[in-house]
């Protein structure tokens, strides 16, 4: 008989991940709290999408998905940039077209993931969430939309129930899993820029200029102003979502300063004078849509001996400035499909493995997102920042072999977290060692640089397979 997994959450990772337990043979039942986003809409019916990258879309590719996902996707080929002065520029994320990422909707995303999962034999609950387990007797208490409870058998059973997951919390209950969280002090709120057809003519021209879209539809905009930014990711439609982030608390600008629309007008029209004219439901988008709040997870277990296990946010929530968080979700349902498809009635040594393999992965990519928002928020104040960048770029184009930008080592590559981390930790050391403090470029004798670089720092591993 096949073996059986139950799953808690049908979200991108559980959606993902029982598609792949269904194609290697597991039996798998999926409980969602939410109800079927194809039936009911998807909630909110807001379009918020995401950045994926190469990691999530290998994992598609393995899954089968990718092209199909591709197809509903608006290519990004860099960060477009507007300053305080009204003006923008693009920075590439890659050498080339072959390196660009790629705006889903959330939405569309996992519905899509919810009907191959199905297509492969998954069944899905919806409207149904997890309120408790009985690790020892293997079993789970659910509770519908009226609130009515039940208990099922789920002798082996894994959370995809994401950052604030009920299962977590039950694991929690049963055996501590020195679950730490770390309240970055930010938060977000999400903002709307509708087709350009529905703005005013003489903000986007007569053609719109891209045709339907209000700003560069192949771009992620950003607008840094120093401790706060906004962002602005393309859909398909012609609209385009805005994210504003912001410190929760304090002084102003935050969102305890800022609790109403009105209040934000004023500040949008004094700090982001040329995107408030594009956002028409300003008041009704920031009065209506809620505050979200970032944090950072950190557990030392992420699993119940080969019981119960956390995946994807519900193990390691992270903060989204490195637009990672689902691709670390996708990367984690390629390598436990596979460690649990080569033993599967060896569940706790597989979870341990899976542990082993994973954490220090997404503790990197953890600390690299959090850095991320520092970098963002600030990305063009610093020149020697821009000197380190430009000499990076430099060093890459001349020895290839001996660098790589962190941001490219983990954008685009399959390298794992850990080494991306580490290996832009050696390169950050020897560029601060060749600028001495100074952001002259003027000064760097660049064949001298080379020479040092290659001695100090090993090859790169070899791309084409990892
Ligand atoms: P979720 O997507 O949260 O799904 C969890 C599912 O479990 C949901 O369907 C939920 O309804 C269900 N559930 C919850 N509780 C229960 C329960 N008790 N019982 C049953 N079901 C339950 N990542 C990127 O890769 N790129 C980006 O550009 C990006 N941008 C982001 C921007 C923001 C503002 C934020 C907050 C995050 C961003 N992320 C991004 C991160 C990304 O959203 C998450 O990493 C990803 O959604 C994690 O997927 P998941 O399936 O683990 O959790
Ligand atoms: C990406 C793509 C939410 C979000 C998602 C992202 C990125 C950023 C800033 C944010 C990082 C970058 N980035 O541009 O360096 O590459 O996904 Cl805020």
């Not at 594009?278 to 505050?291: A, E, M, R, S």
Request: with cysteine; net charge negative.
């Amino acid at each position: 008989m096949a073996k059986h997994i139950t799953l808690i959450g049908g979200g991108l990772v559980g959606a993902l991940l029982a598609q792949q337990l269904a194609g290697r043979g597991f039996q798998v039942d999926v409980f969602e709290k939410r109800p079927d986003p194809r039936v009911a809409g998807f909630v909110g019916g807001r379009s918020i999408n995401l950045a994926l990258a190469e990691r999530g879309l290998q994992a598609l590719r393995e899954a089968g998905l990718a092209e199909d996902v591709l197809q509903r996707a608006v290519m990004m080929r860099g960060r477009m940039v507007h300053t305080r002065d009204g003006r923008s520029g693009l920075q590439r994320y890659g050498v080339d077209d072959s390196e660009v990422i790629w705006s889903v909707s959330r939405g569309a995303l996992n519905m899509l993931l919810l009907d191959a999962a199905e297509a492969a034999g998954v069944r899905f609950h919806f409207g149904q969430s997890l309120v408790a387990a009985d690790f020892d007797a293997g079993r789970i208490r659910l509770a519908d939309d009226a609130g009515t409870q039940r208990e099922i058998d789920a002798p082996v059973v894994i959370g995809a129930d994401g950052a604030g997951s009920a299962l977590r919390a039950a694991m929690n209950a049963h055996t501590p899993l020195g679950e730490r969280i770390e309240a970055l002090g930010h938060a977000y709120k999400e903002l709307e820029i509708p087709p350009a057809g529905i703005l005013p003519v003489e903000l986007v021209g007569s053609s719109g200029g891209h045709d339907q879209f209000a700003l560069e539809p192949h771009a992620l905009h950003i607008w840094p102003r120093g401790g706060y930014m906004c962002i602005a990711l393309p859909n398909t439609e012609g609209s385009f979502t805005v994210t504003l982030f912001l410190p929760a608390q304090g002084p102003h600008p935050s969102f305890a300063t800022l609790p109403d629309a009105q209040a934000a007008r004023a500040f949008f029209q004094h700090d982001f004078p040329d995107l408030l004219p594009l956002i028409p439901d300003f008041q009704n988008d920031y009065d209506g849509h809620p505050v979200g709040t970032l944090s950072t997870l950190y557990l030392q277990r992420w699993h119940l001996g080969g019981r119960a296990l956390l995946v994807g946010d519900a193990a390691h929530a992270i903060v989204p400035f490195h637009g990672q968080g689902m691709n670390c979700g996708f990367e984690d349902t390629v390598v436990l499909a596979s460690l649990l498809s080569e033993a599967p009635e060896h569940t706790a040594d597989v979870f341990a493995e899976f542990q082993r393999i994973r954490q220090p992965n997404s503790d990197a990519i953890a600390a690299m997102a959090l850095e991320n928002y520092i970098e963002m928020r600030d990305s063009v104040a610093d020149p020697y920042y821009l000197a380190k960048r430009e000499l990076g770029a430099l060093l890459a184009t001349q020895a290839p072999q001996h660098f790589m930008a962190r941001y490219r080592m983990v954008t685009f590559t399959h390298l794992p977290y850990a080494y991306a981390y580490e290996r832009g930790r050696a390169q950050d050391v020897l560029l601060d060692q060749l600028l001495r403090g100074s952001a002259d470029m003027g000064a760097i004798d660049l064949a001298a640089a080379v020479g040092t670089l290659k001695a100090t720092l090993p090859p790169l591993p070899d791309l084409r397979h990892g």
